[in-house]
């Protein structure tokens, strides 16, 4: 029952990899895929078949438990929801206000900073903004923010779909050395793994270079020589700035911002942060006048509820059931570590600890198993597998690994998800393109940061 399981997950993720050739919308597969393997779980407990874990490692089994056992299930698959609603609430607070920004032509005000016309010139001026907003505001929120300024700038789709590629690249590169730019780092902050001062101090110089690599490469590439081909004075008209613009640019990228702050101070989730900051975006939206002639017959035209209806709902979803098909995978007991059972994923961490001695192996080859499989997860079993001080090289390592490791797969990573659902990124497009150069920016980094703690 247990290969059943894992044979769900595999045949789902294959037909996510293969969304094109199939001619099916990627978030089918994984609805269907998270929701089969919760009912195999299911099944499978209560006919004793086998146990289940939660995030605190307590076991449970349906044959000696009985309703204590039921309950603990049901808990677990509670916890599993309710952390994985935790990201999408923040990624629907975020999205909600981008889409207002974007009502009020806000983002016109970025565009009209951008003065260069040369291909080359905007890629890095994009990867430099990519790689400091996602220290900011987080790699995910970052590359929602570019990718539709991106829209402003490029009409070309398939020039653009280069650029939002490598924005994932820089987006998650620059999350990697801050405590709020990637959700594993946040999670290694919170265990007191690492401090905010030491994830800087260690992982900045490695974290420029994992960028800087890829984007000197593909700056040479053909697609990016010349010049771009701007907007016609029709479009340019049509996108002409409001008298709301800049207020609601300002106030939305500050509303995001202010979120970390937010956690700082209450020590609460994030997302409540989102809440709140699109809660104030929402109601200034309300009373503020985009034009000078302002009626009430147009104000449908900026507000909040048009921006939601503009929102992916479909990339959406399709979080949904990844995150919650892999949750299933960490439930479900596989095997036994020093005695204890423990779920599918960590059990694979420790496989892979016995069959390579080597610790800077074993988290390298996290960084490329967390472009296949969530990092979540992932960063959750090496916690529970490691026992290394607060600021220890083995915590900074996996914090860089599985943050850049998921920009190999336009699906290994938040940012990658993001994009894929805004530009409908094609997974083999990205495969062939961009994978190769997020792979070389992953070496170049892990070398650099193994080399400077070699060298102090």
Same mark, same amino acid.
Do not use: M, Q, S, Y
């Given at each position: 029952m247990e290969s059943i399981i894992i044979l769900v997950f595999i045949l789902g993720y294959l037909s996510i990899t293969l969304e094109h050739p199939l001619k099916l919308d990627k978030t089918v597969p994984a609805l269907i895929m998270s929701a089969v393997m919760w009912a195999l779980l299911a099944v499978g407990f209560k006919n004793g078949w086998f146990n289940v874990v939660d995030t605190h490692e307590h076991v449970y089994s349906f044959l000696t438990g009985g309703e204590a056992a039921e309950e603990g299930f049901e808990n677990t698959l509670l916890h599993h929801l309710g952390k994985t609603a935790e990201i999408l +609430?923040? =990624?629907i607070g975020a999205m909600t206000i981008v889409e207002i920004i974007d009502l009020h032509r806000g983002f016109e005000i970025l565009k009209g900073a951008v003065k260069t016309r040369s291909k080359? /010139?905007?890629l890095w001026i994009i990867g430099v903004l990519a790689f400091i907003l996602s220290a900011i +505001? *987080?790699?995910l929120t970052a590359t929602i923010v570019l990718i539709t300024l991106l829209r402003k700038l490029i009409p070309n789709k398939q020039d653009r779909l280069w650029y939002a590629g490598l924005v994932v690249i820089a987006a998650n590169a620059g999350g990697a050395w801050s405590p709020i730019g990637d959700v594993t780092t946040t999670m290694l902050w919170i265990a007191n793994k690492v401090t905010a001062l030491g994830l800087m101090e260690y992982l900045i110089i490695p974290s420029i270079v994992c960028f %800087? %690599?890829? $984007?000197?490469v593909a700056s040479f590439l053909p697609i990016f020589k010349g010049q771009m081909e701007l907007e016609n004075s029709e479009e340019d008209k049509v996108s002409q700035r409001l008298l709301s613009s800049k207020t609601m640019l300002f106030l939305g990228l500050g509303g995001i911002v202010s979120v970390p702050v937010f956690k700082t101070l209450t020590h609460l989730p994030p997302y409540m942060g989102m809440m709140l900051a699109l809660g104030v975006v929402w109601l200034v939206s309300e009373y503020i006048h985009p034009e000078e002639d302002f009626t009430n017959e147009r104000k449908h035209l900026y507000s909040a509820h048009k921006a939601l209806s503009r929102i992916e709902i479909s990339s959406i979803l399709f979080f949904l059931g990844i995150l919650m098909a892999v949750a299933a995978l960490e439930s479900l007991v596989f095997g036994? +570590?020093?005695?204890e059972e423990v779920g599918t994923l960590r059990y694979l961490a420790e496989v892979l600890q016995n069959a390579i001695p080597n610790q800077d192996v074993v988290v390298l080859l996290l960084g490329v198993l967390s472009a296949i499989i969530d990092n979540v997860p992932l %960063?959750?079993?090496s916690m529970g597998m490691y026992v290394s001080p607060t600021d220890s090289e083995l915590w900074h390592f996996i914090a860089y690994s599985a943050g850049t490791g998921g920009s190999m797969l336009i699906i290994g990573s938040a940012a990658g998800v993001a994009a894929m659902g805004m530009? /409908? +990124? *094609?997974f083999i497009w990205y495969l062939k393109k961009l994978s190769w150069l997020a792979f070389i920016g992953f070496i170049a980094g892990a070398f650099? $940061? =193994?080399g400077i703690q070699a060298m102090f």
């Open positions: +609430i923040f =990624l080359r /010139k905007l +505001i *987080d790699n %800087v %690599v890829p $984007f000197t036994t +570590i020093g005695g %960063v959750a079993a530009e /409908k +990124i *094609d650099t $940061f =193994l």
